[in-house]
């Protein structure tokens, strides 16, 4: 009661006295009322000196009907006897020595009023609480002797009575008064408390980021519509809604928004306008448990300041940014669900071939969906040439394209093994790369594919607006990026076994399995075909003569010879030992003589040591009873035998 009281009092000196209500607001010697139960303690004492000096003026207005009071000076005391304000100042001043400090006092003990009358008459009147009846103030009359009579020590009593209901009007003005600021404080409490309920309802229903921070703002416009606001978010969030802008943080520390966000704290700024009017800026961090996400920001004519709720926005805005923080929480966790099943599905898809242009047109493909690219292309590595080949590509000025290992961002991600991404490639001069220039792009993410530590490729995205891929962006590309490495790895090392399983070492022509099987399939689809097989004649005695490391390199020569003479379609290979075989799909043997005889000359000619061939032909057609490899082996051999035994070095036709 004392510090509300002491409160009102302060306020109470900036007031006129005009402004206290003219009549009681209940009747002091109503038993009745409830304010009758309200007083005054002795701890209020100290701080009701302006309320005694104002019912004082106002007391002294009421009692210039009463002649008798006219005539002396009238003053008014404190509880500890001190005078505090006097009818006639110019006359004696407040100067308490004029009064008997004597009298003065011992109405405080005695609590009953007092006459002293000697060469004065000093006339002294307690004023006590109505509840506890304790002095808290003396009322006193000072008059000359000759004007002294008998009764005004009564009628000063009963103007005492006069005195104490206007003293206890003000006091129930002043509690009144206090009532309906803790009902008006209450009140606000409440309406805080009900738009906290209903704003944190409707942010925390909500799990999509941009829902969230619509909310905010249309919660906080509503409280505020003079003021414009702005959410500053400082992470790579995209939102279609105008007052979402991101926070920049480079170079602007004298920002009031990124100090806000730097140092987690509301900063109110105030700016003088030229026309003298004043400007508010007020920024206040989004802060969740795991960080500060990003700043609201205020701007609002200075002449509302005053409406302001600083605890109820800072309220709003860690509620704001919880909200968020859940949000995105919710949001990367259905992102990683989303990308585990691509990602599942990728490989899956991924393993489905070992094929390398099905690997590479298929993870082409799926790229442009995921990130929704403009353009994509993925290289391959090929370290015999030490170049990068582009293996696919919706650029069509780079399909098939070679480029070193030190050119452009290709180049940069081989030499570095390190993922990069461009926000905006026409403000970087550092490396110039034809896949940007000729798709007209600024935003790129290149990521390495790398293989047992090893760069094998790499993967361009590319689109035409800058600041397009996000971080989360950045990282999936590099996480699949590792499973469609995998994926080329193994089908490359798939291709080698397959390669190496088809192929004799020795000579690089394929393996007879692989032959038989090829003829095989030929002859389900095709309507003829023939075939050679070739013998080195006295092969042996080449081994005995300069050793088996001579008689490999003979027979390479022999093989590369056979490979230069054929078509591409044809298929050559190594039947067994010093014999090739080579079959010719839909020749007839007077086709395949001839190359059979060409064959025969180089080897004659192109050898060193130089050796001979002898060479076997047998053909197959749709109107042979019996269509089958062993059958047309066997002719082929049969007319081999031929040739050997009429004197090798020349060609036989079975």
Avoid at 5 to 15: G, N, S, T
């Amino acid at each position: 009661m004392a510090q509300n009281l002491r409160k009102a009092l302060v306020e109470f000196q900036q007031h006129h006295i005009d402004q206290w209500p003219t009549s009681p607001l209940v009747n002091y010697f109503d038993n009745e009322s409830w304010l009758q139960q309200q007083d005054i303690t002795s701890s209020d004492y100290p701080y009701i000196e302006p309320l005694l000096t104002a019912c004082f003026q106002e007391w002294l207005l009421q009692i210039a009907e009463f002649p008798s009071l006219q005539r002396g000076i009238l003053a008014v005391f404190n509880w500890e006897a001190r005078l505090i304000s006097s009818a006639d100042p110019s006359l004696i001043g407040n100067d308490s020595s004029v009064w008997d400090a004597r009298v003065v006092s011992a109405v405080i003990s005695s609590k009953r009023p007092h006459a002293d009358v000697n060469t004065e008459a000093t006339l002294v009147v307690p004023l006590c609480s109505r509840s506890e009846q304790e002095v808290f103030a003396i009322l006193a009359y000072r008059i000359p002797l000759e004007s002294y009579e008998p009764g005004m020590l009564d009628m000063l009593s009963m103007s005492a009575k006069t005195f104490l209901n206007c003293f206890y009007r003000m006091f129930e003005f002043i509690f009144i008064k206090d009532l309906m600021q803790l009902q008006n404080h209450a009140d606000r409490e409440a309406r805080k408390k009900t738009i906290l309920f209903d704003v944190v309802q409707r942010i925390h229903g909500k799990f999509d980021v941009d829902s969230v921070l619509s909310e905010v703002i249309e919660s906080i416009s509503d409280l505020y519509p003079s003021a414009a606001l702005e959410l500053h978010i400082s992470s790579d969030h995209r939102s279609t809604n105008q007052h979402v802008k991101p926070l920049v943080l480079h170079n602007l520390t004298d920002n009031i928004s990124v100090r806000a966000f730097m140092e987690g704290r509301m900063i109110q700024e105030t700016v003088t306008l030229p026309g003298g009017n004043e400007l508010v800026h007020i920024a206040v961090p989004l802060s969740g448990k795991q960080g500060v996400y990003g700043v609201l920001y205020l701007s609002l004519d200075g002449q509302w300041l005053e409406d302001l709720d600083f605890q109820l926005i800072t309220i709003l805005a860690d509620t704001a940014g919880t909200a968020f923080e859940n949000a995105k929480l919710y949001e990367q966790s259905n992102m990683l669900i989303s990308e585990l099943r691509l990602i599942n599905e990728l490989t899956k898809q991924l393993n489905q071939s070992l094929r390398l242009s099905e690997i590479f047109n298929f993870a082409l493909k799926e790229l442009l969906h995921i990130f929704k690219a403009d353009f994509c292309s993925t290289l391959q590595l090929d370290a015999d040439k030490n170049l990068f080949k582009v293996m696919s590509s919706n650029v069509d000025a780079m399909s098939k394209e070679l480029y070193s290992t030190d050119y452009g961002f290709t180049g940069l991600v081989y030499a570095t093994k390190e993922p990069l991404i461009l926000v905006d490639y026409s403000a970087f001069s550092k490396v110039k790369s034809v896949f940007m220039d000729e798709t007209q792009s600024r935003s790129l993410m290149v990521v390495p594919l790398v293989v047992n530590s090893e760069v094998n490729g790499a993967i361009m995205l590319s689109h035409r607006d800058p600041n397009y891929f996000s971080y989360d962006n950045f990282k999936l590309l590099q996480v699949l990026s590792t499973h469609i490495g995998l994926a080329i790895a193994n089908a490359s090392l798939h291709a080698k076994v397959q390669r190496m399983a088809n192929h004799d070492n020795l000579t690089g022509l394929y393996a007879r399995h692989y032959l038989d099987d090829r003829v095989n399939q030929k002859q389900k689809i095709d309507f003829c075909g023939s075939l050679i097989v070739v013998d080195i004649d006295h092969f042996k005695q080449i081994n005995d003569t300069y050793g088996h490391q001579i008689g490999d390199q003979i027979l390479r020569q022999v093989c590369e010879v056979i490979r230069t003479s054929i078509r591409e379609t044809d298929i050559a290979a190594r039947w067994g030992g010093e014999e090739l075989a080579i079959y010719f799909p839909q020749l007839t043997k007077s086709q395949t003589l001839r190359v059979a005889e060409r064959i025969r000359s180089r080897v004659e000619i192109e050898t060193n040591p130089g050796v001979t061939v002898s060479c076997g032909i047998s053909e197959w057609n749709w109107d042979d009873d019996k269509i089958s490899v062993e059958s047309l082996f066997y002719k082929a051999d049969m007319a081999l035998y031929q040739a050997k035994n009429a004197g090798r070095n020349q060609i036989q036709v079975g």
